[in-house]
């Protein structure tokens, strides 16, 4: 059974930062494109960073250096740091899992910036 796991969305001021990190299991990690998606209320849920199994970063345009994804094979995790935190990253963060055709989701974590 494939399980993605998010962790550490939080209530954070503007300008903070956090740390989102998910956990995988039940699939060869290392051989899977893994991404963060958000959806915030209202919205169309959107990418926001991929990273490939050869460690390949890409970006949604709203990022702008602020987010860095990584990965580690080894515990089969994938980790979203963000920093320079605004109003407007308020959002369930989702994990996803994607290899040709098959893809996974996590169930989301939220992220909410508030002063």
């Known amino acids: 059974q494939v399980q993605l796991v998010e962790s550490g969305g939080d209530l954070v001021q503007p300008g903070g930062s956090l740390r989102l990190s998910c956990t995988a299991s039940g699939i060869s990690f290392h051989w899977y494109t893994m991404a963060w998606y958000r959806q915030a209320p209202g919205k169309q849920r959107e990418l926001v960073a991929t990273?490939?199994?050869?460690?390949?970063?890409n970006y949604g345009d709203f990022v702008k250096g602020r987010f860095t994804i990584s990965r580690d094979n080894a515990k089969k995790m994938v980790y979203l740091q963000m920093n320079s935190l605004k109003l407007e990253d308020t959002a369930v963060y989702y994990c996803?899992?994607?290899?040709?055709?098959?893809?996974?989701w996590g169930q989301g974590t939220q992220v909410t910036v508030s002063s």
């Open positions: 996803k899992a994607e290899l040709f055709s098959a893809y996974y």
């Open positions: 990273i490939t199994r050869s460690d390949a970063a």
